[in-house]
């Protein structure tokens, strides 16, 4: 075990350049926090490179990150909170190694995110798509970075249970309508259809668009049948987590 102390130390300082995404781009590494999560990783197998803790989370877990055989260092309270992104540091942040899906089949049911930039909205639609039996996700451009750390927060943990891919959206359609799954879009227009009306199948592709934009025009055009939600009220929309987690039980 090692020691940082001073909340301006150079690995503190190195470690803090992961909460920007070209930074986790180049080096192939990102931060967990949280015991919770760096017990998904080390359950799901991922490349835990290194572990920090503080006084708290050295009392809780030393034991733990021993059995693991995983290095380790102590921080200072000052350091921790220098490190975290949390207004209250959890004892417990991970350096874990990226780690991407190998190529998928697409075969199933899917979930894609066009443009879904709000890391809360992307890491709990991630979430309710594992919780619904999903067999992956794939993040459009624009999408907020899987490896984020508001992300990671939302997911919980799903992103072990559940390859999740990142792409051009336009590219993939292609490979869906190959394995003969329906390719849903998510629209209000006179062509669309209320979703309680969509017949189940085996696989599909559920694609939801921008938060305030909605879907590209060009990824509407390649569906081939795209849904909307009744609203009976006075609300304008739904938020998208909301209507990723309706659409996507209402299909399975």
């Known amino acids: 075990m090692k020691e940082i102390q001073a909340a301006k130390n150079n690995k503190i300082k190195e470690l803090k350049k992961l909460h920007q995404r070209k930074y986790r781009s180049q080096s192939e590494n990102y931060l967990l926090e949280g015991f919770h999560l760096v017990e998904e990783a080390a359950k799901a197998n991922a490349k835990i490179k290194e572990v920090y803790l503080d006084e708290r ?4 877990w030393q034991e733990w990150v021993e059995r693991y055989q995983l290095d380790y260092y102590l921080l200072s309270d000052e350091a921790m909170k220098a490190l975290s992104e949390l207004p209250t540091p959890q ?3 991970a350096l874990v ?4 899906p190998n190529l998928a ?3 199933g049911k899917w979930l894609l995110l066009d443009n879904v ?3 809360g909205n992307v890491g709990t639609i991630v979430r309710t798509a594992d919780a619904a039996g999903f ?3 794939f993040l459009g451009k624009g999408s907020a970075d899987k490896y984020s750390s508001k992300v990671l927060r939302s997911m919980q943990g799903s992103q072990f249970h559940l390859p999740i891919f990142s792409g051009d959206i336009k590219e993939t359609i292609p490979e869906f309508k190959k394995m003969g799954s329906n390719v849903y879009g998510t629209k209000l ?3 669309a259809l209320s979703y309680t009306q969509v017949e189940k199948t085996p696989s599909f592709a559920l694609i939801l668009g921008n938060e305030g934009q909605g879907m590209t025009e060009e990824i509407l055009q390649m569906t081939d049948q795209n849904l909307y939600i009744p609203i009976y009220g006075a609300a304008e929309s739904l938020n998208v987590g909301v ?3 309706i659409l996507m039980y209402a299909l399975i």
Request: proline share 4%; net charge negative; glycine share 16%.
């Open 135 to 137: 067999d992956g996700v």
């Open 97 to 100: 190694q990226k780690s991407d």
């Open 91 to 93: 004892g417990m942040i």
């Open 105 to 107: 089949d697409f075969s």
């Open 57 to 60: 989370g050295l009392q809780l």
């Open 189 to 191: 227009d006179q062509a």
């Open 117 to 119: 930039q709000d890391p």
């Open 243 to 245: 209507a990723a987690g």
